[in-house]
């Protein structure tokens, strides 16, 4: 499924992403939200050796993947005899974030990187312009040169959960964020209701049920997106659709009608005046 660039970059964006307010109501869902330091010896490029007339960025990813970074794409146009300031600074930036990331710089006019320039429609966006891909190809952030700073950079940084949440996002996909571990009561019903929700045959090509361990202190970003903390005793099911939107929240055990009920009011504009009950959107949380 191929997403325009414009959206593209308003779910990196978001990719600070995904998105959580939280009412007085713990299982009523939520909404979607929404000075540069300059290393003075930038690091060598990812530059990948390909094939004759093969993609450098295809490489790149690979390689990337592999070692678990995010990569940095720098796309630019034309053949200057000398990089262009921003390059210079993207150079800058990207030499301190080594360890955690790789990254590239493309001219979008090169006939062997059509197929990357054709995926995001880089050939209508301004240059320069940078994305940023996860290992599991996520784009966590895509901003135009003129945005370019070490918040940019950093924000572009987002946590393996939120990762395993944007992929399939990014797809078209929903979501069923399952925030759980060993210290948490519902687990099971909990677990259940969304496999079952995820196998439905109307569903099961575009569901994904990603599992996140509250307590892991990677995921304290997404969790405070979601106005969530890790010392939750219960487990917590939250389901997503695209780009980023919350459209169910329940805590404890929760049913495959639940998150229909969920499903369903979003696609209809919601339980009506009345709002949702406590049981979340759905069969059991509105009123009739």
Not at 78 to 95: H, K, V
Request: aromatic share 4%; charged share 15%; hydrophobic share 45%.
């Amino acid at each position: 499924m191929k997403l325009p660039l414009i959206v593209l970059i308003v779910l990196a964006s978001l990719a600070g992403v995904i998105l959580f307010a939280q009412t007085q109501n713990p299982n009523q869902p939520a909404p979607a939200m929404e000075s540069d330091g300059v290393a003075s010896s930038p690091a060598p490029a990812t530059t990948p050796t390909p094939a004759p007339g093969g993609s450098r960025s295809a490489l790149a990813m690979k390689d990337a993947a592999a070692a678990g970074k995010i990569l940095f794409v720098f796309f630019h146009e034309g053949t200057a005899s000398a990089p262009s300031e921003i390059q210079t600074r993207f150079e800058g930036l990207m030499a301190r974030e080594g360890a955690s990331a790789a990254w590239i710089v493309i001219d979008r006019q090169d006939s062997a990187e059509q197929d990357l320039v054709s995926k995001y429609q880089i050939q209508r966006a301004p240059m320069p312009l940078i994305l940023a891909m996860a290992p599991n190809g996520a784009i966590t952030a895509g901003f135009p040169g003129d945005k370019l700073s070490e918040t940019t950079i950093r924000e572009a940084f987002v946590s393996k959960g939120m990762q395993s949440c944007l992929a399939p996002l990014q797809q078209g996909k929903l979501v069923v964020l399952s925030l759980q571990n060993a210290k948490t009561s519902g687990n099971e019903a909990a677990t259940a209701g969304a496999r079952e929700f995820a196998a439905d045959p109307q569903l099961a090509a575009m569901t994904e049920i990603v599992s996140c361990d509250p307590a892991d202190p990677a995921e304290v970003s997404m969790l405070e997106k979601m106005r969530l903390t890790g010392s939750d005793t219960e487990a917590r099911t939250i389901l997503l659709a695209p780009p980023g939107m919350v459209i169910g929240q329940f805590k404890g055990a929760v049913t495959k009608a639940d998150l229909l009920g969920a499903l369903q009011a979003a696609t209809s504009g919601g339980c009506g005046s009345g709002g949702c009950g406590p049981r979340g959107c759905g069969p059991s949380g509105c009123a009739p």
